[in-house]
């Protein structure tokens, strides 16, 4: 799928303009609502990735500390792993939460300024939060499959070698 390759609606005989669907007032409305919506969750993702990245640190001091425990010391992963993945996700999730953020300041300054090079601006920033979001979906359904399929087949070896 290519991105930009749109035809709208042209067809190779056809000499007539393309129709371009209109913005009204009621959907300039509705972009303006959905770009409070969107300035909330982004908010809210700003304030989960600081709490995901203290976490993280967090958790990697003190379970690099309770290693020295006797008690904890025989644990098989090393216990920084924890606060370190906190990191790694934080740090993943950046991305579509500044396209979410960018979408919501462009889609209010394209209702303020009737501006239609905000209004794509916005637009492009909104497709970019979806297709990061879709990717990181696509990951993580593949990532379960994997695992489940991991946990079945070493549970299995694992029976018929009790055997």
Do not use: C
Request: aromatic share 14%.
């Amino acid at each position: 799928m290519e991105d930009n390759d749109y035809t709208l609606g042209l067809e190779t005989g056809n000499t007539n303009p393309p129709l371009i669907p209109q913005i009204t007032m009621e959907s300039l409305g509705y972009l303006n609502t959905a770009a409070k919506w969107a300035k909330f969750l982004a908010i809210l993702g700003f304030i989960g990735i600081g709490f995901m990245v203290v976490g993280g640190l967090f958790t990697s001091v003190f379970l690099t500390f309770l290693r020295s425990v006797p008690s904890m010391s025989s644990f098989p992963v090393p216990m920084g792993f924890l606060g370190f993945f906190y990191i790694i996700l934080a740090a993943v999730y950046v991305m579509p939460v500044i396209y979410l953020n960018n979408f919501s300041n462009n889609i209010s300054k394209a209702v303020a300024f009737r501006e239609t090079a905000i209004l794509t601006e916005a637009l492009l920033n909104l497709k970019r939060h979806l297709k990061y979001i879709g990717i990181m979906t696509i990951v993580i359904i593949a990532t379960y499959i994997v695992g489940i399929v991991g946990v079945m087949i070493f549970t299995l070896t694992n029976t018929m070698h009790s055997f």
